[in-house]
């Protein structure tokens, strides 16, 4: 193939691509390594409440007189990590659900997608807080009666990896089950079912790998919808708890306390940006990779 029509290629001479690859890169290595990097005392409570940003508090303090850098570091860190795992769910069960429905076809694909029709009517905000109010407190005590004190604390970030990922996944299904259903009679399958091959290895190895292109593209348009929906839970105070942090939660502190008599400007500037620069490169890439690796732009 020629160099200049490969999607590396183009992903490489794509300036939107590689700038937002840079901010992905430096937010990933801050969110894992910057909290540690700070001072001990930068997540420690304090009487330093609402300094504002200065030399030695660059972003400020919060309301509690904590370094407002180390929060947005470590909200990062939580938000990041939920939108990531949270997004492989949704692409694992969004993977696997549509292929099998695509697959099989007939009354068994009409019935799977009348499924997925009937999990997109639901209101999906509702459906969320439902799902975390009834498996977060069956999860802490299934922490404590297996001696898992020290994990009770995160149960809330387990919850929402799950239950976001149980909910982003039905536009991948639909996506997967349509290209399922163009591939499925092409010649090369078609062939593999001449010589006898099986199903599984029909799906996984000539149907699997030209999805592959298709599903990354979509993963890495899920992740910032996931953060969103992470942020949102926990703005509302159905997410992450305190003392952790994550962007939607320092928003929620910051919205508490600023007032038209004083405001606490940097409460809010420091944490949208931060949340503002990764959605926006994740979006960036996503479109980046689509566009590369759509065969039609190949051509």
């Known amino acids: 193939m020629n160099d200049s029509r490969s999607p590396w290629f183009k992903l490489r001479r794509n300036p939107a691509v590689v700038f937002s690859a840079g901010i992905l890169l430096v937010a990933a290595l801050a969110a894992v390594f910057g909290p540690s990097l700070l001072p001990a005392s930068a997540g420690e409570v304090t009487r330093n409440?609402?300094?504002?940003?200065?030399?030695?508090?660059?972003?400020?303090?919060?309301?509690?007189?904590?370094?407002?850098?180390?929060?947005?570091?470590?909200?990062?860190?939580?938000?990041?990590?939920?939108?990531?795992?949270?997004?492989?769910?949704?692409?694992?069960?969004?993977?696997?659900?549509?292929?099998?429905?695509?697959?099989?076809?007939?009354?068994?694909?009409?019935?799977?997608?009348?499924?997925?029709?009937?999990l997109y009517a639901i209101p999906r905000l509702i459906f969320l807080l439902v799902l975390i109010s009834a498996l977060d407190p069956a999860l802490r005590h299934t922490m404590a009666t297996h001696g898992l004190q020290g994990l009770i604390g995160y149960s809330k970030i387990f919850i929402l990896i799950l239950c976001l990922g149980l909910t982003e996944w039905l536009t991948m299904a639909r996506i997967i089950r349509g290209?399922?259903?163009?591939?499925?009679?092409?010649?090369?399958?078609?062939?593999?079912?001449?010589?006898?091959?099986?199903?599984?290895?029909?799906?996984?190895?000539?149907?699997?790998?030209?999805?592959?292109?298709?599903?990354?593209?979509?993963?890495?348009?899920?992740?910032?919808?996931?953060?969103l929906d992470e942020s949102f839970l926990s703005f509302l105070g159905v997410g992450v708890q305190a003392p952790l942090a994550s962007w939607g939660l320092l928003l929620a502190d910051a919205a508490q306390v600023i007032n038209p008599i004083k405001g606490y400007w940097w409460l809010l500037l420091f944490p949208v940006i931060a949340m503002s620069l990764t959605l926006l490169a994740l979006n960036f890439l996503g479109d980046g990779l689509r566009d590369a690796l759509d065969p039609r732009q190949r051509k």
Do not use: C, E, W
């Open 179 to 227: 290209q399922i259903l163009s591939l499925k009679s092409q010649q090369f399958v078609l062939a593999a079912r001449s010589i006898g091959q099986s199903h599984l290895n029909i799906i996984f190895q000539h149907l699997l790998p030209n999805l592959v292109g298709l599903a990354l593209v979509y993963l890495t348009l899920t992740v910032p919808a996931v953060i």
């Open 49 to 118: 409440s609402f300094l504002p940003p200065s030399g030695q508090h660059l972003f400020g303090t919060d309301l509690n007189g904590r370094d407002l850098l180390y929060r947005v570091l470590l909200g990062a860190r939580i938000s990041m990590l939920v939108g990531v795992t949270g997004a492989l769910v949704s692409f694992a069960v969004g993977i696997i659900y549509g292929m099998i429905a695509g697959y099989v076809g007939g009354q068994a694909d009409s019935i799977m997608m009348r499924l997925v029709d009937t």
